[in-house]
């Protein structure tokens, strides 16, 4: 696990290559065990293939969402905010989850970030994605993952770089 860690990177570049069903089930499964407070696994996911709806999230940000359109699929997080008040703190830990064990199975990642985020023309992206997935309007979406085959190749996390000033024991 710890080598995970060390060698996951947000990827932004994406292979033209689809992504064995498989290894989006076997990526899925594993995400439904991701723990939640009280158990309640207010989560849900929406995993987008279709090129054209990549190409609309992919407009959701700007600049910032431009990658989603190049990823092999995309999997939209969201959670249900009526049922957990911590929500956006479960969506966090299966989105990760998710993240790591892509890099497991040999595919790249990156978070793209939704809530409290603003379209290009000024709207909440979380509603125009609401609207694009046809999303219920007690869910709120926490992030979007862009997953793919890498076509860029990043550096492991160099032990020398880690801010380790920011651990403290027993007191600030």
């Known amino acids: 696990m710890i080598e995970l860690y060390k060698t996951r990177r ?10 064995e069903q ?16 009280r158990g309640l696994k207010p989560w ?12 609309k999230l992919s407009e959701s940000r700007g600049p910032s969402s431009k990658l ?4 092999a699929l995309g999997i939209v997080v969201l959670a249900d905010a009526e049922l957990s008040d911590v929500w956006t703190e479960d969506a966090s830990i299966i989105a990760i989850m998710m ?4 890099h497991s199975l040999g595919l790249g990642s990156c978070w793209v970030q939704v809530r409290e985020r603003q379209t290009p ?5 979380d509603s125009y994605i609401k609207k694009l997935l046809d999303i219920p309007a007690k869910y709120k979406t926490e992030c979007i ?28």
């Open 121 to 125: 023309q000024g709207e909440t992206v």
């Open 68 to 71: 989603i359109s190049g990823a």
């Open 44 to 55: 849900e996911l929406i995993v987008v293939t279709d090129r054209e709806l990549l190409q």
């Open 145 to 172: 993952l862009a997953l793919g085959y890498p076509a860029e190749e990043k550096g492991t996390h160099k032990e020398e770089n880690l801010p380790l000033e920011k651990i403290h024991y027993n007191t600030f």
């Open 22 to 37: 498989e290894k989006i089930d076997e990526l899925l499964k594993g995400a439904l065990m991701a723990p939640s407070s």
């Open 99 to 102: 993240q790591l064990s892509a």
């Open 10 to 19: 947000s990827i932004r570049k994406f292979q033209d290559k689809k992504v």
